[in-house]
Nanobody
Framework: QVQLVESGGGLVQPGGSLRLSCAAS????????MAWYRQPPGNQRELVAR???????NYADSMKGRFTISRDNAKNTVYLQMNSLKPEDTAVYYC??????????????WGQGTQVTVSS
């Protein structure tokens, strides 16, 4: 099992910044893709950004240029730097990790979610 612990959410004014972190721990063999999703109030969960083990990134269109995903493979941690935040960025943000066992079994794990509220 792999555990994910998220941190960094909170209340921020429009135009402000936040940095989310998600640290993986437990019985880790190989973490491949790491990603952030979010679920705005009353809406479905949506992809924010994804990063491969090699550092290739992709973003949802509405986050391009404002959000930056990065990772530290040595620490099994993924980050999301969010700048120029807007009220519509208000959501619960979830970390998602793709893990492979020694038998090359694919597993997927989710963090518990961290609330981000953008409001004046």
């Amino acid at each position: 099992q792999v555990q994910l612990v998220e941190s960094g959410g909170g209340l921020v004014q429009p135009g402000g910044s936040l940095r989310l972190s998600c640290a993986a721990s437990g019985n880790i063999f190989s973490i491949n893709n790491m990603a952030w999703y979010r679920q705005p109030p009353g809406n479905q969960r949506e992809l924010v950004a994804r990063i491969t083990r090699g550092g290739t990134t992709n973003y949802a269109d509405s986050m391009k240029g404002r959000f930056t995903i990065s990772r530290d493979n040595a620490k099994n941690t993924v980050y999301l730097q969010m700048n120029s935040l807007k009220p519509e960025d208000t959501a619960v943000y979830y970390c998602n990790v793709e893990h492979f066992t020694p038998r090359i079994t694919r597993e997927e794990y989710w963090g518990q979610g961290t609330q981000v509220t953008v409001s004046s």
